[in-house]
């Protein structure tokens, strides 16, 4: 398996595998490939990764920044926060699920992501998968309209910003 950044030329197969991946999920909107395309569009997919066999994409994840506006502190001023992340989507085709290949579009992104000097990760998920990755909830990172539990970070550093969590507008995206 080779695990590389996209090129223009994937973003077919990138399309095909986010449908793939999300046909049957059970709270799946089936909007997530709309969502990738709205981010490439609006020039804020800062990561999207495929990982190939054979020459074949079998998987994908895009890392896209965020934005957490602060709660003021205790002087009454905001504190800001640069550099945090949304991991999301992350497909991998139905035949090829199971086989780590998810795990390790996800290691090899959040290594990326920290090398381009990110603080953190937060995403919206099931805890039982990405607690492996480190990632668990903070009460003090909200992410509005879900259940606190599905709202999951992974900070980089020791700062835990405090704060509301929005991602980009491209993650309303629905065609």
Known sequence: ???????????????????????????????EQFIIQALRDAGVLTLSLVAEIDERIVGHVAFSPVVIRPKRNSEGTTDSTLNWFGLGPVSVLPEYQKQGIGSALIREGLSRIKELGGQGCCLVGNSNYYQRFGFRNYPELIYEGIPQEFFLALPFTETIPKGIVLFHEGFSATH
Request: proline residues 3%; aromatic residues 4%.
């Open 1 to 31: 398996m080779i695990i590389r950044k996209e090129k223009s030329s994937d973003v077919d197969a990138i399309t095909e595998v986010t449908v793939a991946a999300f046909k049957n999920h059970p709270i799946s909107q089936h909007t």
